[in-house]
Nanobody
Framework: QVHMVESGGGLVQPGGSLRLSCVPS????????IRWYRQTPGKERDLVAQ????????YPEDSVRGRFTISRDIGRNAVDLQMNRVNPEDTAVYYC????????????WGQGTQVTVSS
């Protein structure tokens, strides 16, 4: 069973920074794409950022573009989400997702890590 282990969540003040990390139990090179999603109570899970096997990055939300950066560290076997200039609207549970290579591909989700932006 593949695990996606998130870490780095917590309480941060508005304007501050936080770095989330996702460490899969298998090599990150086993994934076609790794994504960070976020979810608030009563709402759907939204895609925040993704990075594919070639290193291409995508940020579908205008609200995070320029503030959040997704990156991968092959040495640590981790995909990080650097969150800068956070605001209360960034408060959510953040989930790591990986689509593992295969036919068909296999989806793997982490348990989520809470990020709270508050003074």
């Amino acid at each position: 069973q593949v695990h996606m282990v998130e870490s780095g969540g917590g309480l941060v003040q508005p304007g501050g920074s936080l770095r989330l990390s996702c460490v899969p139990s298998i090599t990150i090179l086993s994934f076609n794409v790794i994504r960070w999603y976020r979810q608030t109570p009563g709402k759907e899970r939204d895609l925040v950022a993704q990075i594919n096997t070639g290193g291409a990055r995508h940020y579908p939300e205008d609200s995070v573009r320029g503030r959040f950066t997704i990156s991968r560290d092959i040495g640590r076997n981790a995909v990080d989400l650097q969150m800068n200039r956070v605001n209360p609207e960034d408060t959510a549970v953040y989930y790591c997702y990986g689509e593992q290579w295969g036919e068909p591909p296999t989806d793997h989700w982490g348990q989520g890590t809470q990020v709270t932006v508050s003074s």
